[in-house]
């Protein structure tokens, strides 16, 4: 079973840039559609972005314009590069992997937004 190790949270200033990035462990990287959820405080997790094995993309309209997933088969690895932040992105980043009917999560990594 794949194991998910986020990084790169941490607090940042409105406006300003964070890349999180999300290794998988184990094989057969590239057949899995990849994502990004997160959780507000006191609210529900949610989708923030997905790629699929094939690359595409889809995304929540809240970030689309500010948000780009990513993905490098070669690393085992997808990122979430995330610009021009705002307070209300702040939240617990999720990866998670879907292989099939089975999903697997990432522990999470805290983003905070604030001036």
């Known amino acids: 079973q794949v194991q998910l190790v986020e990084s790169g949270g941490g607090s940042v200033q409105p406006g300003g840039s964070l890349r999180l990035s999300c290794l998988a462990s184990?094989?057969?990287?590239?057949?899995?559609?990849m994502g990004w959820y997160r959780q507000p405080p006191g609210k529900q997790r949610e989708l923030v972005a997905g790629?699929?094995?094939?690359?595409?993309?889809n995304y929540a309209d809240s970030v689309k314009g500010r948000f780009t997933i990513s993905r490098d088969n070669a690393k085992n690895t997808v990122y979430l590069q995330m610009d021009s932040l705002k307070p209300e992105d702040t939240a617990v980043y999720y990866c998670?992997?879907?292989?099939?009917?089975?999903?697997?999560w990432g522990q999470g990594t805290q983003v905070t937004v604030s001036s």
């Open positions: 184990g094989t057969f990287f590239s057949l899995y559609t």
């Open positions: 998670y992997a879907d292989l099939i009917a089975t999903r697997t």
């Open positions: 790629i699929a094995s094939g690359g595409s993309t």
